[in-house]
């Protein structure tokens, strides 16, 4: 690489870091139905959307999210997808850093849309984390807390054959369980069974948070309906790249209820232009703790917000 070229891709790579903004650490509580008391107080620590690519995460970043990770000594770590942004080959890398991963019970992983991009990205991705014994889960059910329990990874929601019955049949009814799934949009389909707490990321938050609104995109969506036709063209062609991202920006980032289904959507850790506003690099930190009994599907779930520097 020339001068030149290394003080470009320096530059850039400041620039990145300084948009990303400072990690913060979110915790939930989610209370979950015929969760065992010996599962109460159980903790996951989620980490999402790392686009380690040499831009879009700073190292520095991702050794804090590492460590914010490690210091809650969670029960066990899930990695909700968007490893790497184009070429798979940073997953090496990746892998490297992501073995410091401390818990109790494991770290296990889905793919993202990034993570699908070539051919070899599916299993060149599977294999570098598998070799750091991060598992990623494909359509699978696993019991990794014991048989009450049941922890559900699918494959992308823009995959060819995305296709949740055949993996949510497997689960007795009465079976609480957790769903990994990279686009929250994936909520929709998965109202039909029961879904305690569905975990996602994929929007990065929508990156640009207006305080007390939410994501401009959501905004630039409803102003464009007041437009002129030609101008509404105008606006629709400058944002149609936030249009494909996800069909429910109100979905951008946090707790929801979807129906009776609980889902929770991480901010990710990496950053596209123009940056974050609002809207800081998270690390999830969750604790599942019993519901009661005569609080029916619609109980109440609690955030509270701690930040880490
Ligand atoms: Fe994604």
Redesign the pocket.
């Known amino acids: 690489m020339g001068l030149l070229a290394r003080f470009h891709y320096t530059g850039f790579r400041n620039m990145y870091s300084l948009l990303g903004g400072s990690l913060r650490v979110e915790r939930l509580t989610v209370p979950i139905r015929n969760l065992p008391p010996a599962l109460a107080g159980l903790q996951i620590a989620q980490l999402s ?1 790392l686009h380690f690519d040499g831009l879009r995460l700073s190292e520095r970043l991702l050794h804090q999210a590492i460590a914010a990770t490690n210091a809650a000594k969670p029960d066990l770590v899930v990695l909700t ?2 490893y790497v942004t184009d070429e798979p080959d940073p997953i090496y890398g990746l892998a490297d850093h992501l073995r410091s991963l401390q818990s109790r019970l494991g770290t296990y992983a889905i793919l ?3 993570d699908l991009l070539y051919a070899r990205s599916q299993p060149m991705i599977t294999k570098a984390l598998g070799d750091v014994d991060i598992r990623v889960l494909w359509d699978e059910v696993i019991y990794p807390f014991g048989e009450d329990l049941a922890l559900v990874g699918l494959r ?1 929601y823009w995959s060819p054959r995305f296709n949740p019955a055949p993996v949510m049949q497997q689960i007795p009814a009465e079976m609480p369980r957790i769903v990994l799934s ?2 929250p949009d994936s909520a929709k389909s998965l109202q039909r069974w029961r879904v305690d707490l569905q975990l996602s ?2 929007t990065h938050g929508g990156q640009v948070i207006i305080p007390g609104v939410g994501p401009i995109v959501m905004e630039m969506k409803k102003l464009r309906q007041q437009l002129s036709k030609p101008m509404q063209r105008w606006v629709k062609h400058l944002t149609q790249g936030c249009d494909k ?1 996800v069909q429910h920006w109100e979905w951008a980032h946090g707790l929801h209820q979807v129906q009776d289904n609980w889902l929770y959507v991480n901010r990710g850790l990496g950053t596209y232009l123009p940056g974050r506003l609002f809207c800081p690099p998270e690390v999830t930190l969750i604790t599942l703790v019993r519901c009661h009994p005569y609080s029916g599907n619609r109980y109440q779930a609690e955030v509270a917000v701690s930040i880490s520097r």
Do not use: L, Q, T
């Open positions: 959307d997808g968007d993202g849309n990034h992308d990279h686009n990321g994929h991202v």
